[in-house]
Nanobody, 115 residues
Framework: QVWLVESGGGLVQAGGSLRLSCAAS????????MGWYRQAPGKQRELVAT???????NYADSVKGRFTISRDDAKNTVDLQMNSLKPEDTAVYYC?????????WGQGTQVTVSS
């Protein structure tokens, strides 16, 4: 079992920055992949960024060059630094972890970008 708790969401103006953090209940070095997904109203949940246990990263085209995912194995956290935010980035952001062939989700944190 893995528990994930997100923090750092909020309201920001377009062009601003936010940093999301996801704290895991177990050592993230044991987790295959961790990532961030988002879901805007009326839309399906979509991948934002992932990071593997080896540090490999993957980003959605819409956030490349603006968002950076990172992990701190000592703190068991995975962060998402979001820069140059756009109104279309407005969504609930969810932390995700894959462990032992199961997928786990956090409760989500709201990010709202005003124009």
């Amino acid at each position: 079992q893995v528990w994930l708790v997100e923090s750092g969401g909020g309201l920001v103006q377009a062009g601003g920055s936010l940093r999301l953090s996801c704290a895991a209940s177990r050592s993230i070095s044991t987790l295959n992949t961790m990532g961030w997904y988002r879901q805007a109203p009326g839309k399906q949940r979509e991948l934002v960024a992932t990071i593997t246990s080896g540090g490999g990263t993957n980003y959605a085209d819409s956030v490349k060059g603006r968002f950076t995912i990172s992990r701190d194995d000592a703190k068991n956290t995975v962060d998402l630094q979001m820069n140059s935010l756009k109104p279309e980035d407005t969504a609930v952001y969810y932390c995700n972890a894959v462990f032992s062939y199961r997928t786990y989700w956090g409760q989500g944190t709201q990010v709202t970008v005003s124009s």
